[in-house]
């Protein structure tokens, strides 16, 4: 007597985007619109931003950060795919790279992920470090000073890059004054991330990685080193982009975000139904998962 197969229980996939400093997960509105249905997408406000702004305790590494969203991560009960953006891209890459979350993240995509530490391994790139980690300092002086504005315009200057000088409203203006004071705790934990080139290279999961030829050149390194580190990491470069490109130019990177998803999932399921592999073999496909630079 024939029986019929065991419906299986499929559960989807949940895309966690992390945003930027002195940003929200509103700025993965459209983002999510690209995803569609066939995902739950999961964009929490970082600590100290948006809704998340009430911290008895603000986190001081990226660890922390990590820790302090592990509760709303955990309620994604299927696999997750990663995508960050400056300081979002840190905690993303963190999130990636540590045990707890290693064996849950299918992709990883890195928008300009703020790592400097990673490029104080030879003299020209350490000169990019010590000029963001001094630009750290001074606005964290500020702040002590009472200068709010002056701090929130000298970390605007830095982030446009050579971008042209985009006028914020007076409302954005005071939209961000309400939460610079988190902006020091950002570079805290970033200037003291340590072994990023090393975990960089042990990555074993597809990573698309995204720049803009607009963006300060510090973060156009780290993209460069990062890529030139992770196994099979795709890249993307817009050369009319600034540093805020996930939204100046969502319309142009959310269809790759959605493929390099798409592409990890159809990877994901030829594994489950593979049968086991070695580790080497399983590296040697997963170096052909990558999109072609743009």
């Known amino acids: 007597m024939a029986t019929s197969a065991p419906t299986q229980n499929v559960t989807k996939p949940t895309v966690v985007a992390l945003h930027c400093s002195l940003g929200s997960g509103r700025q993965w509105t459209r983002l999510a619109e690209a ?28 660890a922390d950060e990590v820790a302090q969203l592990g509760e709303q991560i955990d309620r994604a ?15 993303a890459f963190k999130m990636a790279t540590s045990e707890a979350y290693a064996n849950r993240i299918r992709s990883l995509t890195l928008i300009e992920p703020v790592l400097p530490t990673l ?3 030879n003299s020209a790139d350490r000169r990019l470090h010590d000029v963001f980690a001094d630009m750290g300092t001074r606005i964290h002086v500020d ?9 929130l315009d000298r970390f605007l200057e830095f982030w446009n890059g050579s971008g042209p000088r985009e006028t914020l409203s007076g409302e954005a203006r005071l939209r961000m ?3 610079i004071e ?7 934990a970033i200037l003291g991330e340590l072994n990023v080139a090393s975990a960089a290279a042990a990555l074993r999961v597809p990573t698309l990685l995204v720049s803009g030829g607009l963006s300060p050149y510090m973060t156009q390194r780290i993209v460069a080193r990062l890529a030139a580190l992770i196994p099979g990491a795709g890249t993307r470069h817009l050369t009319t982009a600034g540093h805020m490109l996930p ?3 969502a319309r142009s990177i959310n269809p790759d975000i959605v493929r390099h998803i798409e592409l990890a999932e ?12 070695s580790d080497a073999a399983r590296r040697g496909k997963q170096s052909h998962l990558r999109l072609m630079p743009g």
């Open 266 to 277: 159809e990877f994901a399921k030829v594994l489950l139904a593979a049968p086991p592999e």
């Open 119 to 121: 490029l104080r391994d």
């Open 77 to 91: 009960a299927g696999p997750v795919h990663l995508v960050g953006h400056s300081y979002g891209g840190a905690v």
């Open 143 to 151: 702040l002590w000073n009472g200068m709010y504005m002056e701090a």
């Open 177 to 179: 004054i309400e939460t």
């Open 247 to 249: 939204i100046t130019h």
């Open 182 to 188: 988190k902006v020091p705790f950002d570079f805290t």
């Open 35 to 62: 995803l569609g249905d066939d995902v739950d997408v999961l964009a929490p406000d970082l600590s100290g931003y948006g809704r998340n702004i009430v911290r008895p305790m603000l986190p001081t590494t990226l």
